[in-house]
């Protein structure tokens, strides 16, 4: 099934996930001028009412791009909602996001067919982040459009499975847009990605370094420092389990390699019980995708520099199968 036309101003086929707190109107802008979906959660606009400011100045300054680039438009932006009983607000937004006619809404921790119906109803699409097979058939009974397999890897919350076990599963059954998410932080990777069956890549850890991202700046040289093994996979903070950067954790006082289990009450982005140790403001979130981010720069260079990498690595893969 070929994407919906909403993707048909891609430079990269890539969203750039929704990072809570990081993700803002100026690194959504940025993404979307490069040729990328930008998203950002609902909730990082705080009062509510900010949201509206927000979808005000993405909605003018990319009309302002397009009509100064007509040969280089920029893609569709995301917004992020939350569908957990914690999140009080969560009617509030989805009528802000009904005003401004928000492209695309990506759901994450439960899946409601009201919600969907809604976003149909100003001519959205929904796409929702699953964990395993079984979340990715209760999206789509509910009318999700699309589905986020998040494998293991991933930064925040993050599911267990492999990509390649993941994607395969969905695809036995659905053939509608599929985003793969899970350590993506190279072009390479990228075209991996498409190669096991996903539509996108849906990249997050990678933009938090980056100049536009609302984060601390020891957290940007965190991502750039960091590898692989410096992930640590805990449900402590959220209750729910997700990638962290270990450095985060040893600066919080606490043993990164024995955490305590985590529970549901902590779902409210709180700390697992500290309360003076709070998920994502000190406690950060990463995927283990970031051993290619060498440094600091704008959004606009690191997708450049993704997208050379993506045709190099198609260029390279043509040539073996001509072998």
């Keep these: 099934m070929a994407l919906p036309h909403i993707f048909d101003r891609l430079r990269l086929p890539v969203i750039g996930s929704p990072l809570f707190i990081v993700s803002g109107p100026e690194l959504v802008i940025a993404q979307c001028k ?20 927000w979808l005000h100045q993405i909605t003018e300054e990319l009309a302002a791009w397009d009509r100064a680039n007509p040969d280089r438009l920029s893609a ?21 996001c009904a005003k401004w006619k928000v492209p695309i809404t990506i759901t994450s ?22 964990i395993d097979d079984r979340f990715a058939r209760k999206a789509v009974e509910k009318g999700a459009d699309g ?10 919350h993050a599911g267990r499975q492999s990509p390649f076990a993941l994607v395969q599963e969905i695809r036995e059954w659905f053939d509608g847009p599929v985003a793969l998410s899970g350590a993506i932080g190279h072009g390479r990777s990228v075209l991996a990605a498409q190669a096991c069956g996903a539509d996108l890549a849906y990249i997050g850890s990678a933009f938090i370094a980056t100049a536009e991202a609302n984060a601390d700046q020891g957290y940007k040289d965190g991502i750039v420092e960091g590898r692989a093994a410096d992930i640590v996979y805990s449900n402590l903070f959220t209750g729910v389990h997700g990638n962290y950067l270990r450095q985060s954790i040893v600066a919080a006082g ?4 024995n955490l305590p289990e985590g529970d549901l009450s902590t779902m409210n982005f709180g700390s697992g019980g500290n309360t003076k140790v709070k998920a994502w403001k000190d406690i950060w ?10 440094a600091v720069r704008p959004v606009a260079e690191f997708v450049a520099e993704l997208e050379a990498q993506y045709l190099a690595a198609r260029r390279e893969l043509e040539a073996k199968v001509r072998l």
């Design 34 to 53: 490069a040729g990328v979906v930008g998203s950002f959660p609902a909730l990082n606009a705080r009062p509510q009412t900010l949201l509206d400011e």
């Design 76 to 96: 569709p932006y995301a917004v992020n909602q939350i569908v957990h009983k914690s999140n009080d607000r969560l009617e509030q937004d989805i009528a802000t």
């Design 109 to 130: 921790l439960g899946a409601r067919e009201e919600l969907n119906q809604a976003v149909h109803s100003w001519g959205g699409i929904t796409l929702h982040d699953v």
């Design 147 to 156: 589905l986020i397999p998040v494998a293991a890897g991933a930064g925040g």
């Design 254 to 257: 606490m043993d990164p390699d």
């Design 285 to 294: 979130g990463s995927g283990q995708g970031i051993g290619p981010v060498t």
